[in-house]
């Protein structure tokens, strides 16, 4: 009697657990929101100011994740575009903290102007705005330095 009572007590505290644990995930419990894991899903490509880069998004929901490093007040401008018929190009920008700066989509091309806040390395998220198409793409990163700021 009394193990089949820990029993119960032992599997009663793993589901507690397990849903604080979901719960510290999504942000609510219950809520209609989607429980969001992680968006980035590959090793990171360095990419560098004035660089083009050629990717494809080959599995649905996958996104393919790039790093550039940046100093602070560096106005940055980010373009993806593709010639798909399927793929709406979608880009995310992180901080160096890993926080989400900015995001936007749109077909058959995608901008992002962004002036940096902070030294460090920023982290670019390719993929598709519904997360189920797939294709090809260009990506293409670059600066306007400021006055007498030199690379």
């Excluded at 560098?48 to 996104?63: D, K, N």
């Excluded at 401008?77 to 903290?97: A, K």
């Excluded at 077909?107 to 962004?114: H, K, L």
């Excluded at 306007?144 to 030199?150: F, L, N, Y």
Aim: charged share 20%; net charge negative; glycine share 12%.
């Amino acid at each position: 009697m009394r193990g089949e009572y820990l029993s119960k007590c032992i599997r009663l505290t793993c589901a507690v657990v397990l849903l604080v644990v979901v719960i510290g995930i999504s942000g609510s419990a219950g809520g209609s929101g989607v429980v969001e894991f992680s968006e980035q899903r590959a090793i990171a490509i360095p990419i560098a100011f004035g660089e083009s880069l050629t990717g494809e998004i080959t599995s649905a929901g996958y996104m393919n994740t790039y790093t550039f490093q940046a100093e602070a007040n560096d106005s940055v401008y980010i373009r993806m575009g593709t010639n798909s018929s399927y793929l709406d190009p979608m880009l995310i920008l992180r901080g160096p903290d890993g926080v989400e700066i900015n995001r936007t989509w749109s077909y058959p091309s995608t901008e992002i102007y962004e002036l940096i806040a902070a030294d460090g390395t920023y982290t670019i998220l390719a993929g598709d705005d519904n997360d189920y198409d797939t294709g090809a793409y260009g990506l293409f990163l670059s600066t306007h330095e400021q006055p007498g700021k030199h690379r």
